[in-house]
């Protein structure tokens, strides 16, 4: 037939185009997977740190004499979380200041959870005791 004219895609043309959307979706479905996994780091930290100011203020709450480390489990809501306190007194020789033994505590405050990758959330604090007040003054 002379003069017909050939409609469509030669098969080079359509491996080609197979080939460009083969690599887009490839690249697509790699940064879908890599937010996924920041989207599961954010809610970690942003919960861990909802639940270790939760758990200072219960320990300062508590009351300076009654501080010590210990470890436990948070609610229901959060039983996938977990926490660890180490409490230490901090005397003259670890600040260089006179007269600072048994006025200050440093507490460090460690969330974990119980998923795959095992994240961690820490915390410290140093608080100081109560200052009483001096008669007469």
């Known amino acids: 037939m002379v003069g ?3 409609a469509g895609f ?9 080939a460009i959307i083969g690599i887009a979706l490839v690249t697509l479905i790699g940064s879908q997977s890599q937010s996924i ?6 809610r970690f930290e942003t919960t861990a740190s909802f639940l270790a ?8 709450l508590a009351g300076f004499d009654d501080l010590h480390s210990t470890e436990g489990d948070f609610d229901e809501e959060f039983a ?6 180490e409490v230490r007194d901090l005397g003259e020789e670890d600040t ?10 440093v507490v460090d405050l460690v969330i974990f959870s119980d998923f795959e990758n095992e994240e961690s959330f820490a915390v ?3 608080i100081m005791a109560p200052v009483k007040p001096v008669p007469g003054t």
């Open 37 to 42: 996994s920041i989207a599961t780091i954010s």
């Open 53 to 60: 100011r939760w758990k200072l203020t219960e320990l300062a």
């Open 80 to 85: 996938q979380f977990h926490w660890k306190v």
């Open 10 to 18: 030669t098969l080079l043309e359509v491996m080609v185009s197979v």
């Open 96 to 105: 260089g200041i006179k007269g600072v033994d048994e006025l200050l505590k």
């Open 124 to 126: 410290r604090e140093i």
């Open 4 to 6: 017909s004219s050939r």
